[in-house]
């Protein structure tokens, strides 16, 4: 099953009560489903910070692992917000902020 069909086939809402420990799909689909909610924001810097925000919170809630202050590229099952070294301001409102996943 592709990772698309299975995000697709969780249901979400409603999102679980916090302290409810969620799989790495059930995790991203909170992630989107939040973002969908919230107002779109204006600015770019504004929508980072929704961004990190909402992947703090949902990891805080159902990740059931602490969050390390300098991860680095190898986590151990919990997702972290953009890192302000990874972030290329590419144009006035562009941001491009590359990854990589464990």
Same mark, same amino acid.
């Given at each position: 099953?592709?990772? %698309?069909a299975? @995000? !697709?086939s969780?249901p979400?809402?409603?999102?679980?009560e916090?302290? /409810?420990? @969620?799989?790495?799909y059930?995790? =991203?689909?909170? #992630? #989107?489903h939040? =973002?969908?909610?919230?107002?779109?924001?204006? %600015?770019? $810097?504004? /929508? =980072? =910070?929704?961004?990190?925000? /909402?992947i703090?919170?949902v990891? !805080?809630?159902?990740?059931?692992?602490?969050q390390? @202050?300098?991860?680095?590229?190898?986590t151990?099952?919990?997702?972290y917000?953009?890192q302000? !070294? $990874?972030?290329?301001?590419?144009?006035?409102?562009?941001?491009?902020?590359? #990854?990589k996943?464990?």
């Open positions: 099953m592709s990772q %698309k299975l @995000l !697709d969780i979400i809402p409603p999102i679980p916090c302290g /409810t420990k @969620l799989s790495i059930e995790r =991203l689909k909170c #992630f #989107f939040t =973002l969908s909610i919230n107002p779109i924001p204006q %600015k770019a $810097n504004d /929508t =980072l =910070l929704l961004i990190n925000e /909402t703090k919170a990891e !805080d809630c159902h990740s059931g692992v602490i390390e @202050l300098n991860p680095g590229l190898q151990k099952g919990r997702m917000a953009i302000e !070294d $990874n972030i290329q301001k590419r144009k006035k409102w562009c941001y491009c902020c590359p #990854f996943s464990s």
